[in-house]
């Protein structure tokens, strides 16, 4: 089954399966690694901006309250875009992963931010890890609340 940007909310899941911890786990790291870049670079843009526009050459500190509230913001932006109408990142193209409602069909821009605000948390304090061990299909605190699933797509052709 291909999940298209047409797909409706009545999709079946037959060539999809949940992602695994493990796999969860590599997305994350390469998230992580992939995001550190653009996050530096937006982080010094603003730190150029505010030393040689706004401050007559001042060295362009900036107060950390801010360099979260950016960090957070960029994030959110980047997630929740990716994940919403059947949309997906580098990761998780590479590893053959997309985010779905339990239906099976294409999320919303408002879920994917719902999922973004409770995968925080969730991923800082560890508890999605203890969540998707113990638990028989998976699933993890953001994608329980927010009604949405992280899924393998299943190879069928042998090659």
Avoid at 40 to 51: G, H, Q, T, V
Avoid at 82 to 95: A, E, F, H, I, Q
Avoid at 117 to 146: E, H, K, M, N, Y
Wanted: glycine share 6%; charged share 15%; aromatic share 12%.
């Amino acid at each position: 089954m291909k999940l298209s940007k047409e797909s409706d909310t009545t999709t079946e899941l037959k060539n999809f399966e949940i992602a695994s911890l493990w796999i969860r786990f590599m997305g994350m790291v390469y998230e992580t690694i992939l995001l550190v870049g653009p996050i530096f670079f937006s982080i010094l843009i603003c730190s150029l901006l505010k030393a040689y526009i706004f401050n007559n050459n001042s060295d362009g500190s900036l107060h950390p309250v801010f360099v979260q509230a950016l960090v957070f913001f960029l994030t959110a932006a980047y997630f929740t875009w990716g994940w919403s109408k059947n949309r997906v990142t580098l990761p998780m193209k590479t590893l053959n992963l997309r985010i779905v409602s339990k239906s099976g069909g294409p999320i919303t821009v408002s879920k994917a931010f719902i999922r973004f605000l409770i995968a925080v948390p969730s991923t800082l304090t560890g508890i999605w890890l203890i969540s998707a061990f113990f638990r028989d299909d998976g699933l993890c605190p953001q994608d329980l609340i927010s009604k949405t699933m992280l899924v393998k797509s299943i190879n069928e052709s042998i090659s």
